[in-house]
């Protein structure tokens, strides 16, 4: 099993390396054989389109994440403390979005601002739809790691005294903190590079996604597999210095064992 | 009674906790929703919508040969890449619950830091691996072999996209399924004389259907709706409903047409999850506490 997890690994991340590989290439379309130069990344510091739409990424992925992570923290918290009738409806509520495609929650958002509230794209529209599908993912992520939390713990707090803000921010967040710093990551990865729900509240405002789908009908700009490659450089920096808490043990995320 | 207290009646700790969530989603997902489902009796034309209630798009879409075509090609593609997912997802994900120690949560991290490419980089860099002057294609060449046809344009290279794409939200489901999973149960079972396959298929499989079943759907409506990956792996005979729907919005500016295409995806997946949702027994799930 592990090989196969291993394969699994290699399988996803062989596109991946491939982009780095192809941004040094002095041809992307076709890198073979290898020829290298670092003209992508020149230009890609040179064109301010790039920061433009790295900038819009990263708040369309903060807003999103933030707000996802919120909305769920207190709906899994709401179901779960406090039982009630509506349990049920509640948990089918938060999870339709993910049995709604991308496609359909970007079309729908298009159709109802354009049409029926005259709004252009814009930021907050973009946000809001792709954090729909982030409560429903942070929702589900957290439900599933709070399912065994053990609320006596804050019903011990509130006998002494606590009130129910100062319980959840002592008591429960020290404990659950590593849920939803996964439902956090989840939800911004997903809004950070989102095509299909970004691409239909934008209209012209560029992000990553929309600058790459723009630049297909010239081709794919190399400045974009050298932006990639620079994501994903930090994204493994991050990895690695969470590898190195994990491993010796600074930081557990919620890790219980020795 | 006072109004005080009828407020305090209504407005409980869980209406105040689960009521953001559920106007969110109302305002955002459902009303829009909607408004596609009006949009899909109205009528286009020259690219702007008018009012007038018909059936005439839904008329176009069952009569047509061709959206019955993209739909059922959608349709097959997207349950093929969903058993496919399923079957590879399992060991892996059981593998993370069981075996991952302290880096469980980086070894799930790590499927999802593929999205932090751009699903349009990541395509185009599978074509350039799959493609006529791709990698695999290239170094068979150069050591004399022929090429492998099925890799370029094909159904198959579509598919192979489609895995690529969604199979880490197929894990991840699993995983958290099965974090939640007392592996005691499975090793109660093995005690008690079942073996290794007995013990999976009536305890661990069971137990984990739900977190199985959410994992199924999140990879075939995606899949149902998917618009870039036939579009650079699939070739020419490879068009989906998604394709054309987005088609509707963007070039051809049929916003009426496209939302009944959109209604018609909507229900099809609806359906989807009805059929999945009817094989759950909530008392034999890993969401005990959820369940009651």
Not at chain 1, 31 to 43: E, G, H, L, V, W
Not at chain 1, 81 to 104: C, D, G, H, M
Not at chain 2, 50 to 59: E, G, K, M, P, Q
Request: charged share 10%; glycine share 8%.
């Amino acid at each position: 099993m592990a090989g196969l997890l291993n394969l699994l690994y290699v399988f996803l991340y062989a596109p991946i390396l491939y982009v780095i590989y192809a941004s040094f290439s002095q041809d992307i379309v076709w890198p073979f054989p290898p020829a290298f130069t670092s003209q992508a990344y020149a230009d890609l510091v040179s064109n301010s389109l790039y920061a433009d739409a790295l900038v819009n990424s990263l708040i369309i992925g903060l807003g999103s994440g933030i707000i996802s992570t919120a909305i769920a923290t207190a709906g899994v918290i709401g179901i779960l403390r406090y039982p009630s009738k509506r349990r049920t409806l509640i948990i089918v509520i938060f999870l339709s979005p993910l049995f709604v495609a991308e496609l359909l929650i970007g079309i729908s958002s298009l159709a109802f601002n354009a049409r029926i509230l005259g709004l252009p794209g814009n930021m907050f529209s973009a946000i809001a739809a792709n954090a729909v599908e982030g409560v429903a993912f942070s929702f589900l992520i957290i439900l599933s790691q709070l399912v065994r939390y053990d609320w006596q713990m804050d019903e011990a707090a509130m006998v002494f005294g606590a009130r129910p803000t100062r319980c959840f921010w002592e008591v429960t967040l020290p404990t659950i903190w590593p849920s939803l710093l996964g439902a956090f990551l989840i939800s911004f990865i997903l809004a950070f590079n989102n095509l299909e729900i970004s691409f239909y509240n934008l209209g012209a405002i560029p992000t990553l996604p929309s600058v790459a789908w723009g630049s297909l009908r010239f081709g794919l700009g190399p400045e974009l597999f050298a932006l990639a490659a620079l994501t994903n450089g930090f994204v493994f920096l991050i990895f690695g210095v969470m590898y190195v808490l994990m491993r010796t043990g600074l930081v557990k995320f919620g890790y219980r064992g020795k | 009674m006072k109004p005080d207290s009828t407020w305090r009646a209504i407005i409980t700790p869980f209406v105040l906790l689960t009521g953001p969530g559920t106007i969110f989603i109302s305002i955002t997902l459902l009303v829009p929703l909607l408004t596609v489902v009006m949009f899909s009796f109205w009528r286009t034309e020259s690219y702007e919508l008018y009012a007038d209630w018909n059936l005439d798009n839904y008329r176009v879409l069952f009569g047509e040969a061709a959206y019955r075509t993209f739909l059922i090609r959608s349709a097959v593609s997207a349950a093929v890449t969903s058993l496919i997912c399923l079957i590879l997802a399992w060991p892996v994900a059981y593998y993370i619950a069981r075996h991952g120690g302290r880096y469980r949560l980086l070894l799930v991290l790590l499927l999802a830091a593929p999205f932090f490419t751009g699903v349009i980089l990541r395509i185009a860099a599978l074509q350039g691996i799959l493609g006529p002057g791709g990698l695999i294609n290239m170094t068979l060449g150069l050591a004399g072999f022929a090429p492998i046809k099925l890799l370029m344009y094909t159904q198959f290279a579509a598919t192979i996209g489609h895995i690529y794409l969604y199979i880490p939200f197929m894990v991840t489901a699993i995983y958290l399924s099965l974090v939640n999973f007392d592996f005691a149960l499975l090793d109660t079972a093995k005690i008690n004389g079942a073996g290794p396959f007995r013990a999976f298929a009536e305890v661990t499989w069971p137990l984990n259907w739900i977190g199985t079943s959410i994992g199924t759907v999140l990879v075939f409506i995606p899949c149902l709706a998917s618009t870039i990956t036939p579009r650079f792996l699939g070739g020419p005979n490879a068009t989906s409903f998604g394709m054309s729907l987005s088609q509707q919005f963007g070039e051809t500016g049929t916003w009426a047409l496209g939302s009944a295409m959109s209604v018609v995806m909507f229900i099809f997946s609806f359906l989807v999850i009805a059929i999945m949702q009817l094989t759950i027994d909530l008392r034999r799930s890993g969401f005990t506490g959820v369940g009651k």
